[in-house]
Structure formats: C-alpha cells, structure tokens
C-alpha cells in the first residue's frame, strides 16, 4: 500500500461538517490501523507523499512511478493499492496506466469524505481494495475502487465535487462491482472496447525528475479571440522551458472558434504540439478528416499542415489527453518537443 495524501486521509474540523477539512492528514499507517477486518493479510505500506492531489503533478508522480515499479516487480507482491485525492486521480490513473502497464493489480483508492466526518466513505473503500489486491483472482492492471465499484483509467472523470459516487467511467464501462472486497457480477462493456495506444517504452525508474514538458489545457468557448494562446506562448517560466504542448477542449464535436483556430495555428508553427478534444463529458471527438492522435508518433504529428487542415483529435479527455502528450514528449530524445 502506497499513500499520497488525499481527502481519505483528511480531517473535518467537525464531524458533522464534511465539506470543512485539511486533505492529507493520516498517514497510510493509520488508515490501516482503523480497519481491524484487514487481520490475517500481510500488508506493507509506504508514505510516498502527502498532499491535497489539486497540488499533484511531476514532483511526485517521477517518485511515485519509481516506488511503484520497484513494488509490482517484487515476485511476493500481489498487488498494489495506492491512495490518492478524487481531484486529480483521472489524470495518475492514466499516466500509471500508460507508463507501467502492470501485469499485477494496481488499484486506486480515495474518498469523498473525510476520515473523521459522519459517514467517511474511505474506510470501506480502502477495505475493498486491499482485499481485491490480495485476491489471485483480481484482474490485472489499474483501476479505481470507490463506491463498491471497479473502473478502468481510460475515460476515467470525476463528476461531482460532493456525492459519494462521484466517478463515471469511461468507454470500457464498470468493470465490476465489489462486495466484501470480492468482485462479482462484471459488467461487460457497453460496445467495442478502445484498442489502447502501444507502450510508451518509458523507464519508470528512469524518468527525469520536475519539471517535466510544459503542456497547457485551453478550451473554446464564445468570444473566443486566442490571446491566451499567445501569452503562453510568449511567456517563460523561471526554468525557461518553452509551451511544449496545448490541448484544446473544442464545444461539440470538437469545433472551434475562429478566433482560436488562427492561434493555434500560431503555435503550432512555432513548434508547440496542439490535440484537439473535447469539452463535453461524454463521447469522444469523431472527424474523418483529421488525424487521430492517439495511434500516431509524435513527430508525425509536429509536421506541417495546410492553413485549413483540422487539428489531430485523440479520444481522451482533456485532462487525461495532456497527460498524454507529456508521456509523449518525455519519450523523445531528450524529453524535448519533435522537430
């Protein structure tokens, strides 16, 4: 078991009162003293990190892949749980999905409630994923356990900032659901199962540390003028890395607004790589004459484009989809942009 901090290992400031806590409080040693049923499993933990997960990002997830990595490959691991905040575990559920492919269960868990509010939610969640971790029969790979339910990583999104099921999943459907740690009754996918983009090849162990490649996530909406595409653009942070990357949330199927159009087109003859999603919850951007962005190699992608050609679309959120593009980027020599 690994910690990272999160809601699940937060405390309310009343009991009563669950939406007033401090995330990350309780390290993963009192979670698991407060589950006397986990008796008789040969539990190991790890504190990796703790903090509020709308902080995460590449200091701690180039550490977490590391320590990951070094426990699946261990012959008497059977499994990994992790902890994590609900803010951004779509996006660590990706990238651990994409980086490490485990042929062991790599479960995520988390909670909507803090550990000392009426009716914490994490208790019984992390119950159901160390005890699924542990049992020969769990699927391998990762997934989210929460609210008695297995999802997959791919389309993975937080839906509501306060009820207890939270999470919707994405095309693959639930996976299953849990009761007493036990997976019963799967739910077979709605349609066709989205083939997942081929590895990576990226070492976990050996990824540069923070910072990683500067990509930004931008949407189209009214009014839309691009400015904002050319400020980050133009600006350069301390470490002077240039915008690597942009994702764009288009309305609808992907659409955008001329005015952002002509920005992107900017940017990207400046050498920065742009995907194009979309903004809506559902679905997934369909357009024939664009390329798919998700099968092809990154320098395929940097190459010139006619003024009126469609930006490539990939079938991933937009957060997920930056997520992406940075594994993407981290994988070329160098970890700089193609080109």
């Not at 669950?18 to 407060?34: C, M, W």
């Not at 009820?163 to 639930?174: E, K, M, N, T, V």
């Not at 679905?283 to 092809?296: K, L, S, T």
Request: proline share 12%; net charge neutral.
């Amino acid at each position: 078991m690994l910690g990272t901090g999160g809601t699940i290992a937060g405390l309310a400031d009343r009991p009563d009162q669950p939406l007033v806590y401090r995330a990350a409080q309780q390290g993963v040693d009192v979670l698991l003293a407060a589950l006397p049923e986990l008796q008789g499993l040969a539990i190991e933990h790890e504190q990796v990190a703790q903090l509020d997960s709308k902080d995460m990002g590449a200091v701690v997830w180039q550490p977490l892949l590391a320590r990951c990595a070094a426990q699946l490959a261990r012959p008497e691991v059977s499994g990994l749980v992790l902890t994590h905040g609900t803010d951004t575990l779509e996006e660590s559920a990706w990238l651990l999905h994409r980086v490490l492919a485990p042929r062991k269960p790599l479960l995520l868990t988390a909670a909507m409630r803090p550990a000392s509010a009426r009716g914490a939610d994490g208790p019984v969640n992390l119950l159901d994923a160390l005890r699924l971790a542990a049992d020969p029969a769990a699927p391998p790979g990762v997934a989210l356990v929460f609210g008695g339910e297995l999802l997959a990583p791919r389309g993975l999104r937080k839906l509501h900032p306060q009820r207890l099921s939270a999470f919707a999943p994405g095309p693959q459907g639930r996976l299953g659901e849990l009761y007493g740690g036990r997976l019963r009754r799967p739910v077979p996918p709605p349609g066709p199962v989205p083939v997942d983009e081929p590895p990576l090849g990226l070492d976990p162990a050996g990824l540069p540390p923070a910072p990683w490649p500067r990509v930004e996530v931008l949407a189209s909406h009214a009014d839309a003028d691009g400015a904002l595409v050319d400020v980050l653009c133009a600006h350069r942070p301390a470490d002077g890395r240039p915008l690597a990357g942009l994702i764009v949330a288009g309305t609808g199927n992907g659409t955008l607004h001329r005015g952002l159009a002509a920005a992107l087109a900017r940017a990207r003859a400046q050498g920065c790589v742009v995907w194009r999603t979309s903004r809506l919850p559902e679905g997934e951007v369909i357009d024939p004459e664009a390329v798919d962005a998700g099968g092809q190699p990154l320098a395929d992608l940097a190459r010139p484009m006619a003024p009126d050609a469609p930006l490539p679309c990939i079938a991933l959120s937009p957060w997920q989809a930056r997520v992406e593009l940075v594994l993407r980027l981290l994988a070329q020599p160098g970890g700089r942009r193609p080109g």
